[in-house]
């Protein structure tokens, strides 16, 4: 009769745990490791897109210039869709500057952003130590605070020695847009960075993806109107900027 109810007791218990592990690999764990501020890498075992975030969004826009060629198209998505936008573009800006100083931080501290759209690869296309430099993203992404951060590579003009593998690896591609396959178009006498109409396309490309493939969906309507002439944003140059004392 001892070993009858044992034999229940361990039964109940293998069944419970099982129970548990099902739960959290299908329901817990897509949840703490997407929304980690230590890793926030988007999980690929879950087959639905969740659901869009209607609500309103304030944007921070950063990364290297690349998110100049963007900002315009990006703050006519705002506008369209009552988001609010900052915008700071960091020439030259790396991986590797990004991660030795306080400067994302100092900016999400700043502006307070619900949601940011972080652009950065362009300068390290041709880097010996593409994959080394997963290092610099967590110390990146510790200065997010666990805000949902979209990462957008660069819009490749040659073929790059790694950075968008290693980006691709690091989030998967819910949470890393790959751009190096869309066509571009530059400004003329530049052979990196997109022209007005390359950027709108680029936006529009990463709204449509944001919207229906990527693990943060918000509301971005494809707006009708031209893209603004100007837009406020702060410009930064190597060497690193820092945070002033409190």
């Not at 490309?205 to 702060?234: C, G, M, Q």
Request: charged content about 20%; aromatic content about 12%.
């Amino acid at each position: 009769m001892k070993k009858g109810k044992t034999a229940v007791a361990v039964s109940a218990l293998v069944v419970a745990i099982c129970t548990f592990i099902y739960i959290y690999i299908d329901y817990l764990a897509p949840r703490i490791v997407s929304h980690s501020a230590v890793s926030q890498v988007c999980t690929n075992r879950r087959d639905t897109i969740p659901r869009t975030d209607t609500t309103k969004q304030n944007i921070l826009l950063i990364g290297d210039s690349m998110a100049y060629s963007l900002m315009f198209r990006v703050q006519n998505y705002c506008n369209y869709n009552h988001h609010d936008l900052n915008v700071v573009t960091w020439v030259s800006a790396t991986t590797e500057t990004y991660a030795n100083c306080d400067t994302l931080e100092y900016f999400v501290n700043l502006y307070k952003p619900s949601y940011i759209l972080f652009v950065i690869g362009a300068n390290e296309m041709f880097v010996s130590n593409a994959a080394e430099r997963v290092n610099n993203v967590d110390r990146i992404i510790m200065q997010t605070h666990g805000i949902p951060t979209i990462w957008i590579g660069p819009p490749n003009w040659k073929e790059d020695t790694g950075i968008n593998n290693m980006l691709m690896k690091k989030f998967g591609p819910r949470q890393f847009f790959l751009s190096k396959n869309l066509k571009f178009t530059r400004i003329k006498g530049d052979v990196a960075h997109p022209d007005r109409p390359a950027g709108t396309m680029w936006m529009d490309s990463i709204a449509s993806w944001i919207k229906t493939k990527s693990f943060f969906p918000i509301r971005l309507e494809k707006p009708v109107e031209e893209n603004p002439i100007h837009v406020d944003f702060v410009k930064l140059v190597v060497p690193p900027f820092n945070a002033p004392a409190n």
